[in-house]
C-alpha cells in the first residue's frame, strides 16, 4: 500500500516529496509509528547542503529527518510497554544488541547501529515510520507531541551533561556555543541544580536568549588581533573571561565542568584553559577534525576530555523525566512551525539562520507530519 508521503533527498540541495510503502506489518518487537511532530537537526541541514558528514555520504536517496514523536499504530506481539494509540517519542538509532558497546550499556557505541537519516539509512519524515519497540518511549499525558520531538536533541544535552560529564547538584558548568545543543546542556544544568552557568558565544542575541533561558551569565569572547596565533588568541581570551567573570582554577569559583557544543577550535583551546583543575571537558560540537590544543594544560590540571556521540542507555528516560516534572521547559526553543508541505521552506529557512518573516531562529523548528 502506498500512503507514505516521504521528504527524501535525492542530492545535494535536491529535495522531493515521494510516496513510499507504508510497512504492511511490523515483527514481535517492532511498532509502527505515525510521525506527527519532526524537528530539524543540523545534520538534515548539512546533507541537505553538502550530501555528507565526514565519512557517511549520500549515494543514494535518503529520507530526512531523526527528530520525532508520533502515536502507536500497530504493535509486535512482544512489546508490552506501549499500545495502539499511545504518543511516543521515537529514538532513531538501533543497534547489534550483542556487541561488547551494546553489552555494556554504551550501545551509541555499536559499530553496526542504523542511525535515521544517516546514509544509507532512511529517516523519520515520513507519515509512517517503523522501528524497535524498546526505542519508543510514552510521553506522559501532560506532555506534547512537539515536546516529544525535542527529546531527541535534549537526549543529547542529558549525554554530554549527566551521563559524560557526571554534573552534580552546586557545581558549576561553562558552555561554548549557545545554539540548540548549548542551550539544552544549560537546560539540563539548572534542571539537575547548577549553581553557576556560564554561556560563550560570539552572537549578542543568542547570549541574550541563554540569559533569559536558563539564567546564564553572558561571555562574549574577544575579537583576536591582526596576525595572532589561535592558541596565543585562546589564552588572552580565557584570561579576559577568567578575570571578568571571577573565575578560579580551584575551589568554589573553578568550572567543573565545560562543554563545548560549537566545535570552534579557538573555543576548545579557550575552554581548556578555562576548566577547573580536576574538572571535565566535554565535546559535543563537530567542527574542523584537525585541531590544536595546549597539551600541557589537559595533564597537568588532569582534566577528563570526552567526546560525545549521541545518546545511550537512560538518556532518553532521563529527558523526558525532567520535562514531565517541569524542570526543563522546551516549548521557548521552538521558533518556527511549519506544515509537513513546507518542508523546503522550512529547510531554508534553518539554513538561513531565520525565516521570511525575518525572525532569528535559536534553535530548532517543528512542523506537522502527517
Not at 520531538?149 to 549525554?159: Q, R
Request: aromatic share 8%; charged share 20%; glycine share 10%.
Amino acid at each position: 500500500m502506498s500512503n507514505n508521503p516521504s521528504f527524501v533527498l535525492r542530492s545535494i540541495e535536491d529535495v522531493a516529496y515521494e510516496e513510499r510503502p507504508v510497512p504492511e506489518s511490523v515483527s514481535d518487537t517492532e511498532v509502527l509509528v505515525a510521525i506527527k511532530k519532526t524537528g530539524i537537526c543540523g545534520s538534515d541541514v548539512h546533507y541537505y547542503v553538502h550530501g555528507k558528514i565526514g565519512d557517511f555520504i549520500v549515494k543514494d536517496p535518503m529520507v530526512l529527518g531523526h527528530e520525532s514523536a508520533g502515536v502507536i499504530t500497530k504493535v509486535g506481539a512482544k512489546v508490552k510497554h506501549v499500545k495502539v494509540g499511545d504518543k511516543v517519542a521515537v529514538e532513531p538509532g538501533s543497534t547489534c544488541r550483542i556487541c561488547d558497546s551494546c553489552k555494556s550499556g554504551r550501545y551509541n557505541l555499536c559499530p553496526d547501529i542504523v542511525f535515521a537519516a544517516t546514509p544509507p539509512y532512511d529517516g523519520t519524515l515520513a507519515r509512517y515510520y517503523r522501528v524497535l519497540g524498546d526505542l519508543t518511549y510514552p510521553l506522559p499525558e501532560h506532555l506534547t507531541l512537539e515536546d516529544g520531538a525535542m527529546m531527541e536533541p535534549l537526549s543529547v544535552g542529558v549525554h554530554s551533561v549527566s551521563n559524560l560529564g557526571n554534573f552534580k547538584f552546586g557545581q558549576s558548568i561553562a558552555v561554548f556555543g549557545c545554539g540548540p545543543v548549548g542551550l539544552l546542556c544549560m537546560a539540563v544544568a539548572k534542571a539537575l541544580g547548577a549553581r553557576r552557568i556560564i554561556a560563550a558565544d560570539i552572537v549578542p542575541s543568542r547570549l541574550e536568549f541563554a540569559k533569559s533561558y536558563v539564567g546564564a551569565e553572558p561571555y562574549r569572547p574577544l575579537s583576536p588581533n591582526k596576525d595572532e596565533a589561535k592558541l596565543d588568541y585562546s589564552k588572552r581570551n580565557a584570561e579576559k573571561m577568567k578575570k571578568t567573570l571571577g573565575i578560579e582554577d580551584r575551589g568554589a569559583n573553578a568550572i567543573d565542568l565545560v562543554i563545548d557544543a560549537s566545535g570552534a577550535e579557538v573555543s576548545i583551546q579557550t575552554a581548556l584553559y578555562v576548566v577547573g583543575t580536576g574538572g571535565t571537558m566535554v565535546q559535543v560540537g563537530m567542527g574542523n577534525p584537525n585541531v590544536q590544543i595546549d597539551l600541557s594544560q589537559l595533564m597537568t590540571k588532569e582534566v577528563a576530555y570526552k567526546g560525545s556521540f549521541r545518546y545511550t542507555h537512560g538518556d532518553y528516560p532521563l529527558a523526558i523525566s525532567l520535562v514531565a516534572q517541569g524542570k526543563i521547559d522546551l516549548k521557548p526553543l521552538v521558533t518556527h512551525r511549519y506544515n509537513f508541505e513546507d518542508a523546503i521552506a522550512a529547510f531554508k529557512a534553518t539554513r538561513a539562520g531565520k525565516s521570511d518573516d525575518g525572525k532569528d531562529n535559536l534553535s530548532t523548528f517543528n512542523w506537522f507530519s502527517s
